[in-house]
């Protein structure tokens, strides 16, 4: 072995060093990493200006521009610099490595270790856009990445950690409170003027002590910004929140409900007046709507519309309770209305998040329904009036707020409507929605949360699917593909488009026999008789 200076233009070569005229620089740079091991002494200085004279020896030579070893060194440079994005540009400039993963891993180790997360992510996804090798090695190392930012954004250790990263944009977790905190800063100016809004920054005043209405409410009275709600009962409760039927100024024909909720909560008042603006009239009977917000510092006091009519989840029970099952037309019907709210809701750019049938309040025609095939089509005349409500918007998402291509982490932590995404610790995003959907389809048609299985798929792969098996007389087809479309979201497919196909698929079956829509309604009389009555 030749005896390597810190110069090696100034050393004797062996005829290994004559071929490969980088290796007397390797050797030189291992044994001062050796010193270094060995001695606290040096302070990287001599590594530091080795590695800078042997890259400005060899980046111009295109032998080594894929040569793994001349990437290390360069790696070793960026560690002793001070500015590493300059290092990295560099790197690209001079194309060293270009196609190969290590590149691509490397840096973004580096920077996740400094704490730039995002960074970190859009290194992963440059590499893989340039399907750099082994592609599946850096596409394992990026799901890798995402599952620790998960986990400790799961943890609450990284309260401000709103962003890191998946394929082709951001990844965020929309339900941090560091998250939902600066949006409400940025939208404030605009919320001041919404309509209803009242904000306090004291805590609430008033006589009844809200934190003892949920052991004795009935009959309380509340007063509120110029407005008095007498109690009712206690319509539902969740872990922050508790809802309330009340009657507004002592009116019994005036019944609202109160979503009082601690800590403060004005987020969900935030989506309830952007679905105002963005939900065409003609379907903003499916959405629920919110009178006014009452915003103390201690707590949040939603008055919204109350409907009677009990939820799908009061329907998919009482349905249990007669014969077994909620009967196909009628779950059909519910179906093309799931469809219909998620198909206009998320081409308003909005995500419910939390999409179950306890959210969905039945609506009752005031009329009599008629048989007409283009009217049930249509949706129109009393059929308009008739449907579900989608209300409990607190976990709504405004896409407008976010860059395009971002995708979202965080778990919902709903027991059976976790989507596949959220189980494999994945990047989702109307994927949440659409899992839900299919979930109350299957308790609709089998009474049953709904358990999936993965099976290979007719063109290679596989895809998902629920492991109860559908009744023969059924309308087969159109469950599958539905829970086939919705299970296996493909990214590339326009998934309003998607929606909109499904949901034309279960009109036309409706349409094409008016004893369907007959029968449906004398169905939905049963119901109605069912549910109003208990």
Known sequence: ??????????????????????LPWLRSIEKLLKERTLTDSNDGRDLHELCSNCITTFKNNPRYQNDVRFLKIWFLYMDSSLDHESVYREIEQNKICLFNSMLYEAYALFLEAKGMLTDAFHIYHLGISRNAEPLGRLKKAQVLFLERMSEKVTAGSLQKMDIVSENGGACIN???????????????????KYDGYHPSKKAY???????????????????????????????????FAQVFKACLDGNPDEVVALKIQKPAFPWEFYVYRQLDVRIPERERLSFGYAHRLHLYSDYSILVSDFLANGTLQDAINSSAVIGGSMEEVLCIYYT??????????????IIHGDFKPDNLLIRYARDNLTDDVETFRQRTGQWRDQGVCLVDWGRGIDLSLFPEQTEFIGDSR????????????????????????????????????????????????????????????????????LFTKLLNIDRAEDHKKMLNSLRVSFQDYMCSNPQLIKKLRQLLIKQKASLCSS
């Not at 072995?1 to 980088?22: G, H, R």
């Not at 929309?174 to 001041?192: A, D, F, G, H, R």
């Not at 494999?424 to 995003?429: A, N, T, V």
């Open 414 to 481: 709903t027991s059976g409507f976790r989507c596949i995404e959220m189980q494999e610790k994945k990047p989702w995003k109307f994927q949440v929605d659409a899992y839900g959907l299919c979930v109350i389809v299957h308790m609709m048609l089998f009474n049953s949360y709904m358990e999936i299985e993965r099976r290979p798929s007719p063109g290679g792969g596989y895809s998902y699917q629920p492991k109860s098996p559908f009744k023969r007389y059924w309308k087969v087809e159109l469950w599958k593909n």
């Open 336 to 349: 093309i209305e799931m469809l219909c709210i998620l198909e206009t809701s998320h081409h308003a750019q």
């Open 174 to 192: 929309p339900w941090l409170v560091s998250t939902i905190k600066n949006l409400l800063q940025k939208k404030n100016p605009e919320i001041l």
């Open 205 to 239: 005043p008033g006589k009844v002590s809200l934190s003892t209405l949920q052991k004795s409410a009935r009959n309380k009275t509340i007063d509120l910004g110029g407005y008095s709600y007498q109690i009712k009962g206690c319509a539902g409760k969740g872990g």
């Open 1 to 22: 072995m030749a005896v390597i200076s810190k110069n090696p233009n100034n050393t004797t070569s062996s005829s290994s060093s004559v071929d490969d005229p980088l």
